[in-house]
């Protein structure tokens, strides 16, 4: 662990680095930008003058075709359409091509080459198509012509062909403002873009990056090499301040650890009249302090174990809501030395303790667990003090937490024996229910029961078609049906998949049959509705049996099953009962 005086020195340090830190930081971006605005306007400058160089050599070149237009003995030759001394006049002359008519005479022109027309007796005879191809001996002269510096290069761009005046070629986007940063040729280069023409392309003066980043990281040295100096000497110095404060608080923290070990007599000498000293003088006032208190706390914490012993063991002992609300007014009664008490719970019940017109004072606490309320606990007594009142929250609080308990474990218990999508009873309720029925009737050796088990008809389409949640509103349209169709003592199930199953106590295979025919119509005639609007018809299958004639569980599923196999394969959309013969409800 580090020691105090080191913390110190870290302290200031921190203090200066940051804005040392954040001068550093402003300094190099405004170097960094003085920098990129000087090679900016190197840039700008060369690429003007490389653009008068070009547009120069462009118009020298326009000047001779008009020249080698007036010759003699071309206007002769293009007269007399004598082509073999026309491309030897032309050879010359590799920037020229010419246009007769439909034929070209010479190099395959540029696409923005200049027209030169060719005048004889008043009469235009042909047409020159001046070109200056932008290649790297093109590029060279222009860099001379133009003066760009040694550390400057020239890219001409034409479409998607980039060139540079050393024969560098590449890939190169041109950016929509200038300067600004390109890639070509593998490397990074701050660019300025000038246009040539419509069709022209452009032409690029670039520098590479390490003209502007050089300059910046050798401040940046010289900076951090300065920065590391004035931390030295602030560290330094808070060092051998520190010195100065780490003795008196040592003693300090020597008295405290003898206190934390249970010598209350101890004290710290109290020298000067500083912030220390003053430090000092309320250290030993609160081990007086500590001293006066202990016998208290001694006294109370017997007191308070025992009522927050029983209090715990009240309320891991049961889940009954009645039995821990009964535990938490007597403990509550018992830590606060209150005369009575009265807690009333979440559903309105009403638990008393002591008596309750003893005591003049009156306090109330909610039992609050996050955003559930559990009702409230109401303490009477002569008089409640910080420790009484911190110790009911305190009681309140478990108490909350402890009733959160018991209504998660109902929940739980519940959850246990429903299916989550479709709110009826799952596989195992629906099984010990059916058990429950048999028992009933082979207790009493009478009686008679009905169970249906039903499947939604080409399920699996709806869920191909549109998707598994649309899946899950037909199942939970189909369970509010059921539902709604039996009654209180009957259990309706969701028994797997798409399949369901209701056991109708009291009832035969004709009434079973009867009510399967009723809900069958209901599923039929009731649409469901999806997320988007699509409304759907299902229909289902039903299959029958009754006990007796079965008689177990095993025979009772199995000639269920059976019909309800029987329906699905005769046509679906029907109830089936079990017998000798299957008698098919109406459709």
Known sequence: MLSFRFKLVAYFSLLVLVPLIAGFFGVRDVVRQSETRRVDAELVAAARAAQATYRGTVARSVAGASTFARGAAFQRALLHRDIPALRALLAPHPDLTLQVGERTIGRAPAPAARRVEVVARGKRIGTLLVSVPLGAATLQRIVHGAGLAADQRLVAVQGARAVGSDGTRGAVTVPRSSPAYVSFAGHRFRAAVTRLGIGRGELLVAVPRSDIDDPVSRLEKRLALGLLGVLILIALAAFLEGRSIVRTVGELAAAANAIARG????????????????????????????????????????RLRDATLRFGEGLGASNDIDQLLRVIVESA?????????????????????????????????????????????????????????????????????????????RIVERQALVDGLTGLANRRHTEEALAVEIARIARAQSGQMALVLLDVDRFKSVNDRYGHPSGDIVLRTMARILDASVREVDTAGRWGGEEFALILAGTDLAGGTQLAERIRQAIETTPVVLDDGTELRITASFGVASLPPTTSSEELLAAADEALYAAKETGRNRVVASGDTFAVAPE
């Open 263 to 302: 010598r209350l007599h101890r004290r710290v000498p109290v020298r000067g009249r500083d912030e220390l000293a003053q430090l000092g003088i309320a250290f030993n006032e609160m081990a007086e302090q500590l001293e006066a208190r202990l016998k208290e706390v001694e006294l109370e914490r017997k």
């Open 333 to 409: 009664v018992d830590a606060t030395d209150a005369t009575g008490g009265t807690v009333t719970g979440p559903s309105g019940e009403t638990f008393s303790w002591g008596t309750l017109e003893a005591g003049p004072e009156r306090i109330e606490w909610p039992l609050l667990a996050g955003r559930e309320s559990f009702g409230k606990l109401v303490l009477v007594g002569e008089e409640f003090g910080a420790d009484d009142l911190e110790t009911a929250a305190l009681l309140c609080g478990h108490a909350a937490v402890a009733l959160e308990n018991a209504r998660l474990h």
